[in-house]
């Protein structure tokens, strides 16, 4: 039978409050420290509305991120942030991330340092990420909106793909006619027109 930690008497079986002193059982004080500490928690589903698209695919690699209720930082690989670090950061709105990457891409000999280094921290950015704003989201929302605000909030800017694919097709043109037409003198140039 369980007993009271403050004065020592026996417990009723599913009690949550000492009928002798009045403090709060064991399982009493469990669930309320699971009730304060909830806010700070964030779940798979949270992080899965979040997500959208391919979310089991991130949801591993977060999985990783967090060993036995303890959060550090682990090394994963993440192909679209190597090759298209600043494209990926936008489709995944890490808007400050995404001016970072811009930035380092023209720094001469960083650029490449840069995407490796995309390439290895691209699932924690994008965790840490995901992270904070549901934990801001949840202190300012009911539960009953939260999942719908948070899908909101989250997803993918689908718009990306559409001028990233044709800012590379025009860059891919105008290199192509730079090196036809780009070394031409003039008097050739006026020939070819």
């Not at 995309?118 to 992270?131: D, L, V």
Request: aromatic residues 18%; hydrophobic residues 45%; positive net charge.
């Amino acid at each position: 039978m369980p007993f009271c930690s403050n004065c020592g008497n026996n417990l009723p079986a599913d009690s949550r409050f000492c009928p002798h002193c009045g403090k709060g059982t064991e399982s009493a004080q469990l669930a309320s420290r699971f009730f304060a500490q909830r806010d700070n928690v964030v779940t798979e589903e949270d992080l899965r509305a979040f997500i959208g698209p391919r979310a089991e695919k991130y949801l591993a690699k977060f999985r990783l991120f967090q060993v036995n209720g303890i959060e550090n930082f682990a090394f994963t690989w993440h192909w679209p942030a190597f090759f298209f670090g600043f494209w990926w950061m936008l489709y995944r709105k890490l808007y400050l991330w995404s001016l970072a990457a811009f930035i380092i891409a023209f720094i001469p000999y960083a650029g490449f340092a840069g995407m490796i280094a995309w390439g290895i921290t691209g699932n924690y950015i994008y965790y840490k990420h995901a992270s904070s704003k549901i934990l801001s989201l949840r202190q300012r929302h009911s539960f009953s909106e939260l999942t719908s605000t948070i899908s909101q909030i989250g997803g993918v800017n689908r718009w990306i793909v559409v001028v990233a694919l044709t800012i590379t097709l025009l860059g891919l043109i105008s290199g192509i006619l730079f090196s036809l037409f780009g070394g031409l003198s003039t008097l050739e140039r006026i020939y070819w027109i």
